[in-house]
Structure formats: structure tokens, C-alpha cells
């Protein structure tokens, strides 16, 4: 009957119910990509609104590319919870020969024509390659969907969601430029690295203006490469692999700078090279300062484009750097009222100083803070407090103990200064950290994006996350430089992503009927992003 609200089920979602607003986000979607194949959407949802839900429901009509960072995200919030068809990289699938055994798809002897492999009816990269290509909803990871050109012009959507999309700056500026060490200048046999450390050429002194410099060496350089790859692959053993595949990933990244450079004119990158480009060392660096021209290239085509995130911060600049106008912007409200969501303001100063003494009397008027604010909870909650630098960890959590309370609580992952561990292991020493110490907090810089945490109660970021500025010189100068409304949206969104790991969707993560939960910003410098935070996050804030 007209006018009755259609159930979930219709669009294929399972379950019965709609959560606030997911329906009126997806019938607009419905509109937008009911059109030409042009149109650009950009969604700001917060997590447990449904948001992975909009692209099952416009594969209803339409056939859908769900794209994610990470493994992880593809199989379970796509495929697992609503039916996509997974494509992961090669090195995800095991040889189906024999004598592959231990070897992945990613090893393949026949390279670009798998189907010449006498196992080629049961090798699963080409059964899930097959099943993503003939599906009408599918999910890849960015890094394939941006390496296999062939797959993209094979085989394009009609709606290309984009989700995590508040990465997709960083995405599309750590594909298109590289970095060659003097070390890969040796292995790989390429020409001298040219004298390019000016941001304009010379031509009193014969310098190239750097571009035009650039291109030379990138075209000489994949000269180099071209007889190494042709030996190589006429060896057809797995032992050549290995270097085999080195030579393709370093003449494809060298492609990208090249294609790119040509493509963009040239506009808005970074390019140093020579005996002291690499923080003094030998080498080459080419990186765009904005993903404005090279986003395109990648993420447009003959489909509409859905940018989704929890934390998407001021839509205007972030379709700035991507270069986009889009047409529907839609801020999608929180499920949950603002009471039962409460982020605190503590009375701290901004955190930054070029005094040390200044320094040393800000940091301990944060700790008293911090620990005035820890000893409203109960004793119990377990937590989480953010920091930016490795560096900070201890130092943050000398100062807290040294304010009482909170010593047999604190911790940091252990051997963590001295030696790198990987996110995973700190992670599994969490968890078993926890399991021992109920009411530990842990101080640590490496958890701000990615990680649920679904038993800690306290959530604290202790400092404003700005990008490293970087010395005079260098290239994360140049991008602050380049555009400081982009700097400060980036510190919103990771800030925002701090103070959401302890708040995940679930209705117990909320202050609907009872005291849940506990999130706090300890940094006077809030002030200078908070037109850049997500709405939901903006109309949370409370003085403490």
C-alpha cells in the first residue's frame, strides 16, 4: 500500500527493524544513483547507525563495490553480516598445486594469465575473483581496487561505496607517490638519483624545473627495470618469484609517480632527490601534497561514487582535498541522546609550549586533571588514555602515578620504548593485562583508530592529535604548510576516532538508563579544531 514504510528485508538486510534515519539515507541514495553515473555522496554516520547497511540495500537494483581498508572489515561487516562477495589479495589464497604447497596465489608461475595453470578450475583467487566480478554486490580492499586497473575497467560497479572514507586522503597520497632508498637504487641497477632539492628549477645553473627532472629519471629508471623483469619471468621458478615480484611492485610505483605527474602537470607535489634528499641520506622522494588531482584517477569513472565514515568532520574541507563536489551531503543524527553521550572538557591548557618549564607546569595541571576526572568512576572501569607519541606513554604515566590513585591501575605495553611490537601483540597483551588486572588503564599511542573496546569504560585523549609538522624542509611541513584547514580536519577526525573506541553502537556503551561510560578530552588546543569535528562528537561536548 502507498505510504507504508517498507521493511528492511525488502532491501535484503537481515532484520526487521530500521535503525534512526537509515532508511531516509538509503532512499536517497536510491535517488542520487538512479541517475547518470556521475554523482558523488559523501555520509557522515555514527557507528551503529547502520551505516554498511546502505550499500546492501542499493545492491538491490544496482551492482555495488564495497570498499574497506582492511581484510578484517570484508569479511565481517560485508560478507559475513550482509552477503557481499569477498576478493581479498592474492596472497590471502594458498596454490592449488601440489607442488605449491606453502606457496599463495601471489606466487603464481603463469602471472598474468592464471588460466593457463593446470589447477586453474580450483584455485580460489580465480573462484573469488569470478564470484566478485558476477556479483552483484562485492567487496575489495583499496589497495587492490587502486593496483589492478584491469579489474576496474572489466569490471565496474554501478555504485562505488566507499566506507572508512575519512582515510581516503591519506589513501590516495601514500598510492600515487614513492620513496626509492639508495640501497633499491643498488639492487635494482637504476641510474644515479638526479640534484632535486628546490621547489623551481635554475636555468642559470642547468637545473630542470623538479617535475621535468623527475619524469627524466622515472623514465630512465623503468628502462632499467625492463630487462631485469624480462630474465625473471623467463626463469618460471618459484625461486625467481621473489625478486620477480620486487621488480614488478618497484616499476608499478615508479609508473604511478610517472602517470601522475604527467596527468597533474606537476601541481602540488613534493619532490626532493639526490645524496641528501631522505633526512641526508641518498634517494628520491616524490609525494603529492593534496589526493585533489590524483583521486579521480582512481575513485571516478562510469558509477556513482558514496563516501561514508563515522567521522567524516567539515564536509567542505575534505571535498576540497579530494577535489569533489558533491551532490548529497548528509549528516546522519546519533541514535542516542546527547545525554547519554557525554564528552568532557577538562580544564587543562593547550598542550604544546616551546618552554620546558612552561611544558613541565601544563603537564602536571593535566594529570591532576586527568586523575580528578578518573576518580568519578568507579574503580573498576578499565580505560583507555590516547596519546600521539610513543614518547608520551611513560611520561604521561610517571606523571599520573606521581599524582596518587592510579599506580596499581596504569600501564603501558612493556619493552614498548626499546623495542617495535606490532599493533596485534600489543593488543593480545592487553587483553591479557585485563584478564589479570581488572580496572587497568592503559596509556598508548597505537590504538586510535581499529580497535573495539568493548570492556574498557574510560575513554581520554591527552592531547590534541595534530600531524607532525615536521622539520623546515621536510615533507610533512610542506603538507601542513600547503593547507591548514586540511591539518586541522585531519587532527579532528583521528581525535574523534580516539574517543570512539570505547563507544561502539552497542546499547550498553551509552548512558541511557544508568552511568556506562566515560570519555574526556585533556587539552586546552580543542578549541583550534572544533568547527572540524563530526557533528555528533561537537554537540556531545560538555565542560567538566
Known sequence: MAGMTPN??????????????????????????????????????????????????????????ALCRTRNLQAVNYAEAYGAAP?????????ALPEGRGLTCEDCLYGDEPHGCPAADRCPYLRARDAATGSPYSTLNYAYWMTNAAFRRKSPPNVLFMDEAHNLPDVVIEFTGTTVTDAERIEFDLPAFPLIMADHGCALLNIAPPADAALAWLGAARDALIPQYRQLRGRASHKSLKALHRVEHMGQALARVRDALTEGGGQDWYIRSGPAALRGRPGFLARPLTARWDFKRYFTGPYDGV??????????????????????????????????????????????????????ARAEKQAEQIVRFIECFPPDWSGIIHVTRKAEEEDLCRRLTHCDGLAERLWVVPGKQENYIPTDKQLHAWQERLARVPGSILVSCSFAEGYDGLDERICISAKVPFPPMGEDGSYEHAWMLHDN????????????????????????????DALRGACAVADGSLGQVRKYLPGDLTESLVKF
Not at 556521475?38 to 538491490?60: H, I, M, N, Q
Not at 541522546?337 to 587543562?348: C, H, K, N, S, T
Not at 587532527?491 to 541511557?512: C, I, K, M, N, S
Open 8 to 65: 528492511p528485508r525488502e532491501y535484503g538486510l537481515p532484520h526487521d527493524a530500521w535503525r534512526p534515519g537509515q532508511l531516509e539515507v538509503i532512499q536517497e541514495l536510491e535517488q542520487l544513483t538512479g541517475r547518470d553515473a556521475d554523482g558523488f555522496a559523501v555520509v557522515e554516520a555514527p557507528t551503529g547507525s547502520g551505516k554498511t547497511s546502505y550499500s546492501r540495500a542499493l545492491a538491490r537494483e544496482r551492482r555495488v563495490i
Open 307 to 360: 563516501a561514508v565514515s563515522a567521522t567524516i568532520g567539515d564536509p567542505t574541507t575534505f571535498c576540497n582535498e579530494l577535489g569533489m563536489t558533491p551532490a548529497l551531503v548528509r549528516r546522519v543524527p546519533n541514535q542516542y541522546p546527547v545525554e547519554a553521550r557525554r564528552v568532557y572538557e577538562l580544564d587543562v591548557p593547550r598542550m604544546g609550549s616551546r618552554s620546558k618549564a612552561d611544558f613541565e
Open 87 to 95: 576478493l581479498y589479495g592474492r596472497a590471502a589464497y594458498d596454490c
Open 485 to 512: 584547514r586540511r591539518y586541522r580536519l585531519r587532527a579532528a577526525v583521528t581525535l574523534a576516532q580516539q574517543l570512539g573506541r570505547t563507544r561502539r553502537g552497542r546499547p550498553e556503551d551509552y548512558d541511557t
